[in-house]
């Protein structure tokens, strides 16, 4: 039972770590640029699509690269030409052309890859099993779990370390500000952007052999990364990793233990959480959202 259990809280570190990537770029988006990102789920699953294509071209390496950076193109290129006339305008239009967009891309991907699922082994030497004491893992899920640590550490560097990165995090707080000291806003709010699909994407393709390749996938990432948005705060990067965690070490667990409640209990959580702390875990007073 034991073994059961820890293999199950390993299992659950992996699917929150992925969560947290997800959900990362959806908090970057909205606390930039205040755009309720619905489509965000969408990107993700065009990650898993550019690698499905990429990958007998490329090898699996450079899809790692290369997707993420189709899909961050992709989202500069609907924020310039979509999302931009509407900042002006009623921020209700900006969610609604999202909603909308979600349905067009999922509709987009079953028009050029089919409704069906597809197969994505995880690469050769990732296959196999390691045991570890009680504790049975694959080897996929170990690397999927150490480069989720290391993409998230490169963001968190990014903004925090780099004039970049602090440049969007003022802007988050007070574009106006950043504005007034002649700072291009179009430009960090399409690189924002970028970025946060970008994480979508990568998502995408690290989840490609441990989640079905189907278009409903979107729907399957878009929800858990609200709820973790949701649950560790609105602007805190401590927030979405603890968030993270949490659920997806509850939704591992409740998978072995509990089935029928495993879609349920994220929503529990989240639930209970913000009936103690409104605004999330680490969430902070945003006075341009209030």
Not at 7 to 14: A, R
Not at 47 to 76: D, E, Q
Not at 114 to 138: C, K, N, Q
Not at 199 to 206: E, H, N, P, S, T
């Amino acid at each position: 039972m034991l073994g059961v259990v820890l293999s199950q809280v390993v299992n659950g570190l992996v699917l929150g770590f992925l969560f947290i990537v997800i959900a990362q770029g959806l908090s970057i988006i909205f606390g930039m640029i205040g755009v309720v990102n619905f489509a965000h789920g969408a990107y993700f699953a065009l990650g898993a699509y550019f690698a499905l294509t990429l990958r007998p071209l490329v090898g699996n390496l450079v899809i790692l690269i290369l997707a993420p950076i189709i899909v961050g193109l992709a989202g500069m290129l609907v924020e310039m030409t979509l999302l931009r006339p509407l900042y002006p305008r009623d921020p209700l239009l900006g969610l609604l052309l999202n909603f909308g967009l979600a349905l067009f891309l999922q509709e987009l991907i079953r028009t050029i890859w089919g409704a069906g699922g597809h197969p994505f082994d995880a690469p050769e030497w990732l296959s196999g099993f390691l045991v570890y004491g009680p504790i049975l893992v694959t080897k996929y899920r170990l690397a999927v779990l150490a480069l989720t640590i290391a993409i998230l550490t490169a963001v968190w560097l990014f903004l925090e370390k780099t004039p970049w990165g602090r440049i969007i995090r003022a802007g988050s707080r007070d574009a106006e500000m950043v504005s007034m000291l002649g700072i291009n806003l179009r430009t960090i709010f399409t690189i924002t952007f970028g970025l946060g699909t970008a994480l979508a994407g990568i998502a995408g393709v690290m989840a490609a052999p441990l989640w079905s390749v189907v278009p409903s996938m979107a729907d399957s990432a878009i929800m858990p990364a609200f709820v973790v948005v949701t649950i560790g705060g609105l602007g805190s990067f401590r927030g979405t990793v603890i968030a993270g965690l949490l659920v997806g070490v509850s939704v591992a667990l409740t998978v072995q233990f509990f089935p029928p409640a495993s879609g349920a209990v994220m929503y529990l959580l989240m639930a209970l959480v913000l009936l103690v702390r409104p605004r999330g875990l680490f969430g902070e007073r945003w006075e341009r959202f209030e």
